[in-house]
């Protein structure tokens, strides 16, 4: 077993579920000491103890919300803090939302915005500085397959900006030896779909990845250097068409295929009402 002294340091945001906590038993079974993030203190103590028990690693629990400043100054300051360096920063926290850009409520979607992406631009940032200093690290930070969708609804727009945030975040920590990756999935088995209300959504079985076959993916991608991650030939496949694909083209299939959506939807973005699973996951 690795030595105290020895062992790497991971962040990982939204650590209590889901990929989050599929990335934080990975991490410790390798060997990584670890501090989680997300909101629930009770689950945050009960998957450090979890962890500790099963692989003999430190977790240390740092309970914040994102979409709140001062707690995402906190774990800025964690990220920042030189005595006690963290190695590897995963971005993961996040959740979908079902709200119109339109006429959905503007404080949903802000503290939306500031979770899915206010967050990860500046964890991305706190992280990078104290990474360059030393000269090593890595940071992942967890898109969607979502974000390659054209007119897909805010949690497409949000992805879309992890992915092209975290491209030019690559380019600026060249020669650093620092590195930046973002994976895509696209659906997860998770809490995410559930505590979105889409319980009833529904999909082809084949679809839907296992979150450890996609922290698996993730993780040897992020070690290799490599700036983008696609788990699984299907959604490598789908990225692919949509990558080439004119945005229009994308935009009118996405229109054609919502085109039940009830006009005056209030709490359903008019894209993404009829196939809100297909642009939030
Ligand atoms: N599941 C999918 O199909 C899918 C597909 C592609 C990408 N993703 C992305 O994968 C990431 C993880 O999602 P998941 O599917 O694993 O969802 P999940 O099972 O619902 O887990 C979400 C995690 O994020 C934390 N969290 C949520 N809001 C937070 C906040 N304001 N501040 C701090 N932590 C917060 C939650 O803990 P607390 O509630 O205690 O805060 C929880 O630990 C997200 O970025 C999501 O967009 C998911």
Known sequence: MSTPASRPTALITGATAGLGASYAAHLAAAGHDLVIVARDRNRLEETAERLRERHGVQVEVLA???????????????????????????????????????????????????????????????????????????????????????????????????????????????????????????????????????????????????????????????????LVSVPSVQYRVLAAVLGVLPRSVVRTAWRFSSRKAPSNARTTSAVTSSSALTTQG
């Open 64 to 226: 914040a919300d994102l979409a709140h400043r001062a707690d995402l100054a906190a774990v800025a300051a964690r990220l920042g803090d030189e005595a006690r360096p963290v190695d590897l920063l995963v971005n993961n926290a996040g959740y979908g939302l079902k709200q119109s850009l339109a006429v959905g409520e503007i404080e949903l979607l802000e503290q939306h915005f500031d979770v899915l992406a206010r967050a990860v631009l500046v964890l991305s940032n706190a992280a990078a500085k104290a990474m360059v200093d030393r000269r090593r690290g890595r940071i992942l930070n967890v898109g969607s397959i979502a974000g390659l969708l054209a007119g897909g609804g805010h949690y497409a727009a949000l992805k879309g900006y992890v992915l092209a945030l975290t491209e030019s975040l690559a380019k600026d920590l060249r020669g650093t030896g620092v590195s930046a990756t973002v994976v895509m999935p696209g659906y997860v088995h998770t809490e995410f779909h559930a505590r979105a209300g889409m319980k009833g959504a529904s999909g082809p079985s084949h679809a839907w990845l296992k979150p450890d076959d996609v922290v698996t993916a993730s993780l040897r991608d992020t070690f290799a250097g490599h």
